[in-house]
């Protein structure tokens, strides 16, 4: 019985388990803030896929940075040389 803790000790313990749990009941609404962020950008990110897709398929492109970036310079240029004609 000696070794049991005081009262003083089991209120400091409890005081202190409530504000670990509040801390982790504030990470948790953090965490599922950050899934919900999560979700709603890799909607987005699979709208952007979906048109690049289908803007290569259009052009018979592989849907490749590389490629698309190259396409892109050539269009620029052939922009450049078809307004200097003009």
């Known amino acids: 019985w000696n070794t049991f803790p005081k009262d003083h000790d089991l209120k400091i313990a409890a005081k202190e388990c409530e504000k670990q ?3 982790l009941k504030d ?3 953090k965490i ?3 899934k919900q962020r999560v979700e709603t950008e890799r909607k987005k990110l699979d709208e952007v896929r ?3 897709q289908e803007a290569c398929q259009k052009c018979y492109l592989k849907a490749r940075l590389d490629l698309f970036e190259e396409v892109q310079e050539a269009l620029k240029e052939y922009t450049e ?3 200097r004609t003009n």
């Open 32 to 34: 599922q803030q950050q």
């Open 50 to 52: 979906l048109r690049v």
């Open 27 to 29: 990470l948790n609404e």
């Open 21 to 23: 749990e509040e801390k």
């Open 81 to 83: 040389q078809t307004c």
